[in-house]
Structure formats: C-alpha cells, structure tokens
Nanobody
Framework: QVQLVESGGGLVQAGGSLRLSCAAS????????MGWFRQAPGKEREFVAAISWSGGTTGYADSVKGRFTISRDNSKNTVFLQMNSLKAGDTAVYYC????????????????????WGQGTQVTVSS
C-alpha cells in the first residue's frame, strides 16, 4: 500500500522557520518527481514546490521563492520542505505528492500531475 506521511507542521510566529518531511512507504519514489502543495481555508489547493527524481531540478511558486527550499533523500524515500521567513499568508494544510511517471521532465507544477497524496500537515503562522 502506497503511503505518503507528512510531518513537521505546527504553530510558529511570523518570521520563524519550519521543516516539513514527507516519508514514502509501500513504493520507491526515487525515480519520480515529488511536490508540495498547500490549501488554506476557503481557498483552492495551490502549488508550492516540486523537485525532479534526481533532485537536480526544482521549481517554486512565486509566493515562496527565496524563502522555501525543497530537497529529497532518495536513500530514505523522503522529501523535505524547509520554510523560512514564514508569513501569516503561509498558513495552510501542506500536502506532499508523488508523480507516477518515471523520471518525468520537465517536472509538473499542476496538481493533476501527481497521483499519490499524503493526508497533510497543518502549518499555522501567527502574526
């Protein structure tokens, strides 16, 4: 059974940092792109960041560029999202997602690109 489990969310003050992790099990994701999305209350799910299977290519939403960094450790089947300089507008449930296409290039930024999804982790930034 394929499972993506996010962790690392929580409550943080504006300007603070959090590091999200997404551990995959039941399947090796070392050959597919991975992404992070988020959904704030009353809003659509939106793209945050993505990383290619090798880690050599990354992409970010304009709203997080320069503040967030996506990375992965294929030996541990885990992807990370380092979030710095957090703002109240970053408050959302953050979801990890995995592509199903072997070594897709270029990486996708749309939610429909990703087949597997985690349950999400809440990030709350207080101003």
């Amino acid at each position: 059974q394929v499972q993506l489990v996010e962790s690392g969310g929580g409550l943080v003050q504006a300007g603070g940092s959090l590091r999200l992790s997404c551990a995959a099990s039941g399947h090796s994701f070392s050959d597919v792109a991975m992404g992070w999305f988020r959904q704030a209350p009353g809003k659509e799910r939106e793209f945050v960041a993505a990383i290619s299977w090798s880690g050599g290519t990354t992409g970010y939403a304009d709203s997080v560029k320069g503040r967030f960094t996506i990375s992965r450790d294929n030996s541990k089947n885990t992807v990370f999202l380092q979030m710095n300089s957090l703002k109240a507008g970053d408050t959302a449930v953050y979801y990890c997602a995995a592509d199903a296409v072997y070594r897709r290039e270029p990486i996708g930024f749309g939610a429909t690109t990703y087949r597997y999804w985690g349950q999400g982790t809440q990030v709350t930034v207080s101003s």
